[in-house]
């Protein structure tokens, strides 16, 4: 299922021409919990912001928009 298709089920009949998809990672490992934030391009589906953090602090989500913004193509 692609962004398209889900943008015309919840009822957007306009052309969106950036949708960025961000997700919230917990892993488990041997030191502790680590949180990995993505930022997704919906229609190219690529990678194109991360961070990682030990905590859910504010700066998690501010360095991978951050980076997103930097790498995106916002043209």
């Known amino acids: 299922m692609d962004a398209t298709y889900i943008l015309k ?9 950036v ?6 990672i917990q892993c488990r ?6 949180l ?6 919906a229609f ?14 504010t700066e998690l989500a501010v360095n991978g928009l951050t980076m997103a913004i930097r790498t995106g193509d916002l043209s």
């Open 9 to 17: 089920a919840l009822g957007f009949l306009y052309l969106v021409a």
């Open 29 to 34: 490992t041997s030191g502790g919990l680590a």
């Open 44 to 57: 190219p589906r690529r990678l194109i912001g991360w961070a990682t953090d030990e905590r859910p602090v």
């Open 36 to 41: 990995h934030r993505a930022v997704l391009d």
């Open 19 to 24: 949708l960025w998809v961000v997700d919230l």
